[in-house]
């Protein structure tokens, strides 16, 4: 289970190796360099203090009442873990303490992962944003079920249930007052990465506060026909009997594994993964984490069919679209499509051919450069390319 989650999260496609998804990387002819966009609303900030920049990331937890599959639509309370780029950040957004300053804190950049959805591996991401803006305050909203501690009594997640969870968390600690309408912060940005931007998405439809909707490698449309997910091997992982023996009874026993040789299978899974993302994902094979994980795939293959163009364009003026080359999970087809039928959303294509889906993995400097240069520059400004 933890090489095929390894695979997974790297974005590879067993059985092919190389360049092979180059040829689903049909490119459109020309991405636009830049489209006007509506200004962004700030709001008056008061000069309190704000929570201080840590330099070890610390991790708090989140809790709300959501929708749980095990329940059958029972209301539950569901356990989601926050990574955080300021030492009682979240908790001073809960409890109504919070206060946007010129000299700290101005602005807010909520991340919501892709799948597996494991806050750590994003530990890079944040850093390299906080880094590139002092002002800036991060956090990482991760998927209720997809820790590796057991929060939730072994409740499985769906994905509109991770969208609703996401939704309490703006209004309880976003919104000021509970209103959708004011954020006690200068500006906000929400980002996704894979199928967190399809919950980046509806976060900017559902708050007109946030000034961005940054879609990073987003999987937002066909992702039973993207070259990833059209092997059968996926559909057989994702059919109920094969979740149920991988994460009932394979983990268990992967779990066992002495350390060592848990190490071998990753490294020999991903050759290049770093010593702290190949340790995270040695810890993964728990069932309640693997069936969580598997679970979301598997409604992700069900749910996120057609691209969503009349969504997409509503908010069109508050997106930024970022693209990699040899994408298997998300083509330059599908960004045509998006430059196609929502023109007004301005996209990134990365110009450096190394950089992966997966991109949290090795590659979080390059995303933060792009997003810096593209998005929290340029939005000074009233403008976005």
């Not at 997809?146 to 969870?165: A, I, K, M, P, Y």
Request: aromatic letters at 6%; charged letters at 20%.
């Amino acid at each position: 289970v933890s090489v095929l989650y390894c695979g997974q999260l790297m974005g590879k496609r067993r059985g092919g190796g190389g360049h092979k998804h180059e040829a689903a990387d049909a490119s459109p002819a020309a991405v636009p360099e830049g489209s006007p966009i509506v200004p962004s609303n700030t709001a008056g900030n008061s000069h309190s203090s704000a929570p201080a920049l840590r330099q070890s990331l610390n991790v708090t937890r989140f809790e709300s009442d959501v929708a749980g599959l095990s329940f059958h639509s029972a209301r539950c309370t569901a356990v989601a873990e926050v990574l955080e780029s300021h030492d009682g950040l979240t908790q001073s957004l809960l409890d109504g303490t919070f206060a946007a300053s010129d000299d700290t804190v101005r602005d807010l950049f909520v991340v919501h992962p892709g799948n597996p959805g494991v806050v750590h591996f994003y530990d890079d991401f944040v850093r390299a944003l906080t880094q590139r803006d002092s002002g800036l305050a991060v956090i990482v909203l991760g998927f209720a079920g997809h820790h590796v501690e057991r929060h939730n009594g072994g409740r499985v997640f769906d994905l509109q249930d991770q969208v609703e969870l996401a939704d309490s968390f703006f209004r309880r600690a976003v919104c000021t007052g509970g209103s959708r309408d004011r954020t006690p912060f200068r500006r906000v940005f929400v980002s996704g990465h894979s199928i967190g931007a399809h919950l980046a998405l509806h976060m900017t439809a559902r708050f007109p506060f946030v000034d961005r909707g940054v879609l990073l490698t987003p999987t937002i449309m066909r992702m039973r026909a993207s070259p990833n997910g059209s092997s059968s091997e996926k559909a057989v992982v994702l059919a109920r009997p094969g979740i149920y023996v991988l994460s009932k009874l394979v983990a268990p026993l992967l779990w066992a594994l002495p350390g060592p040789v848990k190490t071998l299978l990753v490294r020999r899974a991903e050759p290049h993964m770093a010593a702290p993302h190949a340790k995270l994902v040695q810890s993964m094979p728990r069932p309640h984490l693997v069936e969580n994980v598997l679970s979301l795939a598997s409604t992700e293959f069900a749910q996120i069919a057609d691209f969503d163009a009349p969504l997409v364009d509503s908010v069109a003026d508050r997106l930024w679209g970022y693209f990699v080359h040899g994408d298997g999970w998300v083509p330059l087809a599908d960004m045509g499509r998006m430059q196609a039928e929502t023109p007004r959303v301005p996209v990134y294509l990365e110009h450096k051919r190394g950089v992966k889906h997966a991109w949290c993995c090795g590659h979080a400097d390059d995303v933060a450069d792009a997003v810096k240069a593209h998005v929290l520059d340029r939005d000074n400004d009233g403008a976005c390319s």
